[in-house]
């Protein structure tokens, strides 16, 4: 039987003393908030001509947009093309995109 991360973790927490658990309490709730915050502050770029967003997903300081594309090419009888997911997410004061693929990893969703 194959566990889930969060099945892994409560049943390692189960052994854990009021203590301890109150440690992790406080832990998680500092930890909750700076990913919330991180997300907070990535302030999307406006989508690029061409593109249309469908969809929105924040994961931890990484916001991912579902997106169709136009290529550009004259006489592309396939635009748009996607929808594809693009990350961005802030680097050194400025937001940065990757593109991700036709679908989120599985960790994301
Ligand atoms: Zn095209």
Redesign the pocket.
Known sequence: MKLSPLEKVTQLLERWNAEELKQLQSWLSVRIEQLESLAQEIELPPVKSGRVALSVHRFNSIVYRLEKV??G?EN?H????GPYWYGYQRSNGKVVSFYVGKKLPENLM
């Open positions: 136009r290529c090419k592309c396939r635009c748009p093309h």
